[in-house]
């Protein structure tokens, strides 16, 4: 069976966290993998990383049996025009918030689309992606397009009816965990504490935390009690939470969130 290869349109952040983590865990030799982008000096860092690169999207069909979509929903129309009719015996996937698969499908009359929503962690290897089911691709070529993801981290199933409501989850709240972290530090210098440190025992207790998440059996809400001690400081600093009404913030930016999606998307 001839090696698959990976294309990727658009050259931006996530695509260089999806290289990233591609090319480490060899789950495509690099000169099997095409990229394009309109700009070259993101080209040029792409080439960098052993990548081969064009500015021209047909190319990239062309090169590649695998396509990962990776520009900004605003503009995937004029890609997915030129993508038009010449995709038979390819996988697309598009990892683009709000633009869902039947979209993808009745714009490039394939129904060999797979639909992801990643996050910016997969540069590090601890990304968490949630992808649509396999559909009519063959099982060996999905097994592959999944092997993008998981290289660099945890992914899960979904359904494609789900993957606007999904977002707030994983692709958005890395921006959830670094304000609050950011928030903490500026806390924490107000408090004469010096802001390296700070920042290095909020990412660790942030870590922490989640690893306890992961592998505890407890829920958050067990986890907030073992933490809060009886007429302790815990609980004092919870009561701002309640005051300042912080699951009724997280609700609302949720809500936000998925309704940009549906407001961008198609
Ligand atoms: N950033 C994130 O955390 C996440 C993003 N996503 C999704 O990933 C996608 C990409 O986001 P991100 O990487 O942040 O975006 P970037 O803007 O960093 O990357 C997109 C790249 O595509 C280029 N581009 C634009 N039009 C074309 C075209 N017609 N052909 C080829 N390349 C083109 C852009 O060039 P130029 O800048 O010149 O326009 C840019 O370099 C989006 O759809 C987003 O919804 C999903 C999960 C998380
Ligand atoms: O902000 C955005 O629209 C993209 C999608 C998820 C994370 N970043």
Known sequence: MEELRLGVIGGGNMATAILSGVIKKNVFPKDKITVSDKDTTKLEKIREMGCRTTENNQEVLKQSDIIVIAVKPQVIDAVLDELAGKTKDK???????????????????????IRVMPNTPLLIGMGASALTGRGTIPEYIYEKAVSIFSAAGFVTQIEDEQ?????????????????????????????????????????????????????SGKTPAELTAQVTSPGGTTLAALTAFDEFRFEEMIREAAKRCTGRAYEIGR
Do not use: H
Not at 91 to 113: E, F, P
Not at 164 to 191: C, D, Y
Not at 195 to 215: H, I, P, R, W, Y
């Open 91 to 113: 996988c697309i996937v598009s990892i683009a918030a709000g633009i869902s698969k039947k979209y993808i499908i009745s714009k490039l009359s394939t129904d060999k689309v």
């Open 163 to 215: 993957m606007n409501e999904i977002i707030f989850l994983n692709g958005t709240s890395p921006a959830f965990f670094f304000r609050m972290a950011g928030a903490m530090v500026e806390a924490a210098k107000e408090q004469g504490i010096d802001e390296e440190k700070a920042l290095q025992l909020a990412a660790k207790t942030m870590e922490g935390a989640a690893n306890m998440l992961l592998s």
